[in-house]
């Protein structure tokens, strides 16, 4: 996931409401905001998941929504918020 030019402002509103309508994309988002550059499964406990336990797939897939409106980008130290990402952490 790479940082994506930022969407439109309509694009914005309907991707901002579509994040904050899933818990697990909030918490994602909170445990990011406090804590920079975590790795899959450090992100995965920090939103008290256990990979023993739970299934990634679901996890994975709430990564890639938040990657697709531009609100999280990965690179070599980990998940990162983008500027979109801190702005939804702001609103929620």
């Not at 918490?27 to 990634?56: V, W, Y």
């Amino acid at each position: 996931m790479h940082d994506s030019p930022e969407p439109k402002d309509s694009e914005s509103i309907g991707g901002i409401l579509y994040c904050i309508s899933n818990g697990m994309r909030r918490s994602i988002l909170n445990s990011l905001i406090n804590h920079r550059g975590l790795s899959f499964s450090e992100l995965m406990a920090q939103c008290g998941l256990s990979p023993k336990h739970d299934t990634t797939g679901t996890f994975t897939y709430h990564l890639s929504e938040l990657g697709k409106i531009g609100a999280l980008r990965k690179d070599e130290s980990g998940y990162h918020l983008t500027r979109m990402g801190n702005r939804i952490h702001e609103i929620v």
